[in-house]
């Protein structure tokens, strides 16, 4: 990938911890007592949230029938388990992500994960977001500006149709000189779902390709050959770099949009 790397991918997930932010002096100091309190405030609303949901769904006879298969009865240990368990994961998140300069500002990361800062903090926070989104856009806007400059050199059903993000690769195939991937489109923007590869040469594949969630993809034409870059991210949450070059390429769609 030479604009929509791993890095830039990174980046996209830096742009938005000032979203939801609330100003609260408490938050100056480290308290304990303050921590617990707003904890248990913001517990007891996630768990009337959930019961009311619960209600609403097993009040509706008709929407009841038609998800029985996958609902469950309102369960407060199970919920408390799963408020406790978000908690943990977006602390972990944020104190991995947030620059070293912001988080010393923080005097408790735990209250900044219940979204209650101090002002200074949510200044900081905000221009570090805004300037992480600004550097994403201007490379979407690159790489626009690079397709628009090409777009000419190129087929129009490949630029059209080599658009995947959002699906999930649910296996490929080597058939002589031709590679197929095989796509679970129902998450995507597109109605494709099998992409073949004609006298094919795979430039760089990092592991299994299976069950990879597809989110972003470049194309380019080298030496007369089509190369497509693609980032993934497996099922493990890592990200993967895949590339390959064909003669040519094929598209095949769902039989329902045909």
């Not at 949901?53 to 097993?58: F, R």
């Not at 368990?85 to 923080?106: D, G, T």
């Not at 149709?161 to 590679?179: L, P, Y």
């Amino acid at each position: 990938m030479k604009y929509f790397t791993k890095e830039w991918y990174e980046l996209c997930q830096k742009t938005s911890f000032h979203l939801g932010l609330e100003e609260e002096k408490h938050a100056e100091t480290f308290s304990e007592p303050y921590f617990q309190q707003l904890y248990n405030t913001e517990l007891n609303s996630w768990l009337h949230l959930q019961e009311e949901i619960s209600s609403i769904i097993e009040n509706d006879e008709a929407a009841f029938i038609n998800n029985n298969h996958g609902y469950e009865p309102f369960n407060r240990a199970k919920s408390i388990e799963q408020f406790h368990e978000s908690f943990n994961y977006n602390q972990e998140h944020l104190q991995r992500n947030l620059p070293a300069a912001i988080l010393k500002q923080i005097a408790d990361i735990r209250v900044f994960t219940l979204n209650k800062a101090t002002r200074a903090v949510i200044n900081a926070v905000t221009t570090y977001c805004e300037d992480n989104e600004r550097s994403v856009k201007a490379t979407i806007e690159d790489y626009r500006r690079y397709m628009r400059e090409v777009s000419n050199t190129m087929d129009k059903e490949i630029i059209n149709k080599f658009r995947f993000h959002d699906c999930t690769i649910t296996n490929t195939v080597q058939e002589d000189m031709s590679f197929v991937i095989r796509l679970d489109n129902s998450g995507g923007f597109t109605n494709i779902n099998q992409v073949t590869f004609k006298n094919f040469n795979i430039i760089k594949q990092e592991g299994s390709l299976e069950d990879s969630w597809w989110l972003y993809e470049e194309v380019y034409k080298v030496n007369n050959r089509y190369e497509f870059h693609v980032l993934l991210q497996n099922n493990k949450m890592g990200l993967v770099n895949f590339i390959i070059s064909a003669d040519q390429v094929s598209f095949k769609s769902d039989k329902r949009y045909v």
